[in-house]
């Protein structure tokens, strides 16, 4: 067999996959075992052939990004295929637009693309590191001449990379579906109103929201609210940080609000979920309180039991030891510290786990953080 029949029959099994999501096939598998499946196939490749996938991969891994190719495999297919290009993309949290260009790219090659669909995507756009570290992180786009000396003295400046985000994504055609603003979540219900709040517009909706600045436990409810209140069942709502150990806030408020929301697919840390049913402020407000700590050790045992229990059933140890990590987190985050510390150190104990151990050392050191800074356990 050569090269070419494989290429076919890779192209044909992965058309197969995408038709048992699209036409409801797959949940005849069962939840725990097809949204593993399904994002295995969206990561696989971009394209329709092999050397689509190579000069797509190189394209979408030029940007600087904390995310896996993985990842960004699936946000190009999963826009380029199961998007349904009728409202609008939000994306909140994007740095440097890693996958604002997955996204983005992933919509442009959409049949369901309407004309007017926007990618909106907001951030702070300053200050997440020294001047120096960030240049450093940019050296080979400005010796490549993607980048030039008004992006540099934008940084050292004002430590700002918003000019650096609209070059490197202007110059491209899927650059022509991105507009991006300066926006920020708030972090703790008790500080003064943020002068560069996010505001979302009262009258744009959207079909699908992408999450990777919701670094808070209040920051993700504020969000949330904003965002639901401009989607309808139906819209995709993606996840970066789902696996993240410091941020066990994301799978808590899915866990909390489960039967308004379906898993479809994951890769990694990156988890897309469908919504499922109409969510009110008001229904966020009585499941998600303002502050993590207004949940005792007993809700969070309660809670995490129930995410232990759909790893387990999923078969996949490695959200499972994200869930320990993250419950950990949610004990340290409530002053638990003894309790946080010896969970942490006994997954060290654990076979399983021990070939993801420099993760789970990061977790030891710094668990999580709070508006205030990070929580320590030594």
């Given at each position: 067999?050569?090269?070419?029949q ?8 992965r058309?197969s996959?995408d ?12 939840l725990?075992h097809f ?11 971009c ?13 979408l891994?030029?940007i600087?990004?904390?995310t ?6 699936l ?23 890693g996958?604002?260009?997955?996204i ?19 951030d ?7 001047p ?17 000396e008004?992006?540099?003295e ?8 918003k ?13 022509q579906l991105i507009t ?19 505001l ?10 992408f999450v ?5 436990w ?12 401009h989607t ?9 940080d ?20 379906q ?17 009110s ?6 499941a ?5 700590t ?22 996949n ?7 320990q ?40 050191a710094?668990?999580t ?10």
């Open positions: 067999m050569d090269a070419s494989i290429e076919g029959m890779l192209a044909e099994f058309h996959v038709v048992m999501q699209a036409t409801g096939i797959g949940q005849l598998y069962g725990p949204p593993p499946f399904l994002g295995r196939n969206l990561a696989m490749m394209g329709d052939t092999s050397q689509e996938d190579q000069q797509l991969t190189a394209f891994s030029e600087p990004t904390e896996t190719l993985g990842e960004r495999k946000l190009f297919n999963l826009f380029r295929k199961f998007w349904d290009g009728q409202e609008h993309v939000l994306e909140v949290g994007p740095y440097l637009g996958t604002s260009r997955a983005a790219s992933g919509m442009l090659h959409s049949k369901n693309r309407q004309s007017q669909a926007r990618l909106f995507t907001y702070k756009f300053r200050d997440y590191y020294q120096r570290q960030l240049l450093e992180t940019l050296m080979p786009l400005f010796a490549a001449g993607k980048l030039g008004a992006e540099k934008c940084i050292t400046q004002r430590n700002s990379f000019e650096v985000y609209d070059k490197l994504h202007g110059a491209h055609d899927y650059g991006s603003s300066a926006g920020v979540l708030p972090d703790d219900p008790d500080a003064a109103p943020l002068p560069d709040a996010l979302l517009p009262e009258d744009r909706n959207y079909s699908a929201v990777d600045g919701a670094k808070s209040y920051g993700t409810k504020v969000f949330m609210t904003q965002a639901l209140a309808r069942p139906g819209s995709l709502y993606i996840f970066q789902y696996g993240a150990h410091t941020c066990f806030w994301i799978p808590v408020f899915l866990e909390l609000m489960k039967d308004k929301f898993l479809l697919a994951y890769v990694d840390h990156t988890y897309c979920y469908q919504q499922i049913a109409e969510v402020a008001e229904e966020i407000g009585d998600f309180p303002d502050r993590a207004d949940f005792s050790a007993a809700d969070y045992g309660h809670i995490f039991r129930n995410l232990y229990d759909q790893a387990l059933e999923m078969d140890t490695y959200t499972l030891l994200n869930f990590l993250q419950h950990a987190a949610a004990l340290a985050y409530i002053g638990h510290i003894d309790e946080a510390r010896n969970r942490i150190i006994d997954l060290l104990k654990t076979p399983f786990a021990l070939r993801y151990r420099g993760w789970i050392n990061r977790a030891l710094t668990p953080y709070t508006p205030q800074g990070n929580v320590n356990l030594f």
